[in-house]
C-alpha cells in the first residue's frame, strides 16, 4: 500500500478557493485510482471525488459538482482537488484515499490507503 499525506487545508471564507494535494510514497502511484474524501463532526465519511489510474476517468459527488476538480500527477506522485465557490457545508477534514487498480472510484469501502486527513473550514 502506499503511504498518504495531505496538505493544503485551512480555514477560508465562503466562496473562497483552496487546493488540497495529496503526495504519495512509493513508485506504482500511477496504478491507483485515487479519491477524496471528506467527514464532517457527526456524519459518516463520504465521497467527493475520484480519479482512475488507468484513464483519468474523473467522477464527483453532486454536492461539489461544477466547483470542485480532480487531477493528478504521476510523475510527482501527487493528486490535487482544487476547491472553488466554497461553502460554510463544505467544512470537514478531507482523506485522500488510494485504490489499486480501483475501478469503482465512489465506494468507499475499496480503497485500501488513506491519509491522516486536512481540516478545511470555511466560514460565513
Request: net charge positive.
Amino acid at each position: 500500500q502506499v503511504q498518504l499525506v495531505e496538505s493544503g487545508g485551512g480555514l477560508v471564507q465562503a466562496g473562497g478557493s483552496l487546493r488540497l494535494s495529496c503526495t504519495a510514497s512509493g513508485r506504482t502511484f500511477s496504478t491507483y485510482s485515487m479519491g477524496w474524501f471528506r467527514q464532517a463532526p457527526g456524519l459518516e465519511r463520504e465521497f467527493v471525488a475520484g480519479i482512475s489510474w488507468k484513464d483519468g476517468r474523473t467522477s464527483y459527488a453532486d454536492s461539489v459538482k461544477g466547483r470542485f476538480t480532480i487531477s493528478r500527477d504521476n510523475a510527482k506522485n501527487t493528486v490535487y482537488l482544487q476547491m472553488n465557490s466554497l461553502k460554510p457545508e463544505d467544512t470537514a477534514v478531507y482523506y485522500c484515499a488510494g485504490n489499486l487498480f480501483g475501478r469503482r472510484l465512489e465506494n468507499k469501502g475499496e480503497y485500501g490507503s488513506w491519509g491522516q486527513g486536512t481540516q478545511v473550514i470555511v466560514s460565513s
